[in-house]
């Protein structure tokens, strides 16, 4: 286990307005790791940003040198004249945090109208695509479509939020693009939150770094079906949720970590 990078996710990264919570950030942590281990390199892109929570997790675990391509509209909270602070806010957590951002790597726009040509001229072919923007179905499929024509061979896709109720065209998109590209990709995890797909001829590496990762231990692990492959799903029992916000909420942040071992 790494405890720097553990100490960081259960505390630093909370104080990031933002979506990713523990045990995803656990997952990435044990993909980027494997990755990193076996020298599977390349780039790393993210669609959706918002102030930074997973693309300072991002910075933090693979370092100040990687290409890490942030897209995002950068709009919220806009005025008349076109202002939004979202932008300033999102640089703001990188200085508090001593978290490097290459500027020249941010793409303020709609991600649906890049060209995976454009994101390759940048960071080269993707090790780990991101996608958490837009969440209405030609947003899934553009940038679906996107991260599939500009990932590595040993590449990895993560969809947020599918299978949440709140936003049922990701779950559709996500649905469609494995059964439309089902003979090239699969999905091999799941969590509460997100689901991870690669190439079929990476799946078993991919499953089983999930399976065997030691900062993943602390979830009950078990096998769905879904579409045509095996996909480890981790599950959090919310008993330890329970303790984990409480935890949280009382100002013990840097404890929390212990909740998850
Ligand atoms: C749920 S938030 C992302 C959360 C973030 N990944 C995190 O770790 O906290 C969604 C973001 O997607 C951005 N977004 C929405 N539609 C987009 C689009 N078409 N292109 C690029 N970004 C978009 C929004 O501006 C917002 O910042």
Not at 79 to 107: I, M, W
């Amino acid at each position: 286990m790494n405890s720097a990078t553990r100490k960081f996710i259960f505390h630093d990264l909370q104080t990031i307005e933002g979506y990713i919570d523990p045990p995803d950030a656990l997952v990435f942590l044990s993909l980027l790791q494997r990755q990193n281990s076996d020298n599977l390199d390349g780039g790393i892109a993210e669609i959706g940003v918002f102030y930074g929570r997973s693309y300072y997790l991002f910075r933090k675990i693979c370092g100040p040198d990687e290409k890490l391509l942030a897209i995002d509209l950068f709009d919220i909270g806009q005025t008349g004249d076109g202002a939004s602070p979202q932008y300033g806010r999102f640089l703001d957590n990188g200085r508090r945090l001593g978290l490097a951002v290459d500027e020249a790597l941010v793409v303020t726009g709609d991600s649906t109208r890049l060209s995976a040509s454009e994101i390759k001229d940048k960071i080269g072919e993707v090790r780990f695509f991101s996608i958490d923007g837009g969440h209405m179905l030609p947003h899934i499929v553009a940038d679906s479509r996107l991260a599939k024509d500009s990932l590595a061979p040993h590449g990895i896709i993560a969809f947020d939020d599918t299978f949440n109720p709140a936003w049922p065209e990701v779950t559709v998109g996500v649905a469609d693009f494995l059964r439309e590209n089902g003979a090239e990709f699969s999905a091999f995890c799941m969590t509460k939150y997100k689901t991870y797909v690669c190439r079929r001829d990476h799946h078993q590496f991919y499953y089983d770094t999930i399976a065997n990762a030691a900062d993943l231990t602390a979830f009950d692990h078990t096998e769905t079906e879904f579409l045509g492959s095996k996909v480890a799903r981790l599950h959090n029992p919310i008993s330890r949720r329970m303790v984990y916000e409480l935890m949280i909420r009382s100002g013990m942040s840097a404890f929390s970590e212990r909740v998850y071992r």
